[in-house]
């Protein structure tokens, strides 16, 4: 990846579904889908795995974050039926669900460190998008929710649900999960799923305040630390059986829409 004199990375295809731009060591990719909530499309994952593919070994620090007024209203369930009505066997269910893991896997080992910036909703593959940074800074009108069972799917979206339990512990998770319910943002704190909350004017100078420091610090400490803590983080997640993830909703939107069929 080569940067234009304007900051903005260059791609062998600009994205369509993202902004981004390269400021030095810091690469800001923001989710640019404001008028359908940045809801995660196909494109969007496709979009994201190339951009954290191709991503500029110089870059120390990536800021993810949504434009508009909710960081991300979760996956766009509209592609899930289409999927079905070109192969009912949920094929390209299962091929979206891998995408998704291999992206929040890519935020996740990152040479850089994450930095996640959320305001207003951050909704089921929103959540893990925002769980998978190593930080994250939330609005204080931010807000986190998995409404996976009352729409019939289960919470299996990019590892979601190892790193939840392992950030907020299992009895909580669990209470969350089958609830549905929204954790507001002092609770996200609370939880550790968010790590500070601001007004939603001062959500650009939380990030900067981490990412001076970062940059402070010699690079190969960074990299090498940051390594160590994701390794002891993945040791405590021993029966990490989320590589299912993919599997597990494909089966259950295929067997619900062949009964449907048979209706």
Known sequence: MTILPTGIPAFRTMPKTLRCVQQGPVLHVELNRPDEGNA???????ELHEVLRTQDPSVRVLVLSGAGEDFCLGGDRSEFGDH??????????????????Q???ALSNNPAVTVARVQGRAVGAGFALALACDLRVGAENASFRLPEL???????????????INEVGPAR??????SGRAVEAREAFDLSILQRIVPAGELDEAVAA?????????????????TLLQA?????????????DAELMSGVLSQAHLAARER
């Open 84 to 101: 079905l009505a070109h192969d009912s066997s949920g094929a390209g269910i299962r091929a979206s669900g891998v995408r998704a893991r």
């Open 210 to 226: 981490w990412v001076r420091p970062v940059l402070r610090r010699p690079a190969a400490a960074v990299r090498v630390t940051r």
């Open 40 to 46: 995660v499309t196909d494109d969007v994952l496709d």
């Open 232 to 244: 002891y983080g993945s040791a405590a997640r021993q029966g990490d059986l989320s590589f299912l």
């Open 173 to 178: 998770v669990r209470e969350i999960v089958l």
């Open 103 to 105: 992206v929040c896997d």
């Open 150 to 164: 009352a729409l019939g799917l289960p919470v299996a979206w990019g590892g979601l649900l190892p790193r939840l």
